[in-house]
Nanobody, 121 residues
């Protein structure tokens, strides 16, 4: 069984920084793209950043220059370094990964449970 577990959320003042981590564990053959999404109450879950297996990266415009996504393939972990945080970054942040488990040769989408990020003004 595969699971994703996020950590690193919390309360920070505007202008501050946080680093989110997401570890994938279980019977994993390979991991393709890994992504961070965020969601506020009553809104849809929006893509923030993604990183492909070979290091291709992109960000939503609102976080470019402030957030950095990275991954450690040996640890099955993806990170999101968030700098110069703004109150509008407040959301629950979710990790998502395309994973091929050892049970077969297909890719499945897995989600973490979410971690709350609150930025005070």
């Amino acid at each position: 069984q595969v699971q994703l577990v996020e950590s690193g959320g919390g309360l920070v003042q505007a202008g501050g920084s946080l680093r989110l981590s997401c570890v994938a564990s279980g019977s994993i053959r390979s991991i393709n793209a890994m992504r961070w999404y965020r969601q506020t109450p009553g809104k849809q879950r929006d893509l923030v950043a993604y990183i492909t297996a070979d290091g291709g990266i992109d960000y939503v415009d609102s976080v470019k220059g402030r957030f950095t996504i990275s991954r450690d393939n040996a640890k099955n972990t993806v990170y999101l370094q968030m700098n110069s945080l703004k109150p509008e970054d407040t959301a629950v942040y979710y990790c998502n990964a395309e994973i091929n488990p050892y049970t077969d040769f297909r890719l499945y989408d897995y989600w973490g449970q979410g971690t709350q990020v609150t930025v005070s003004s």
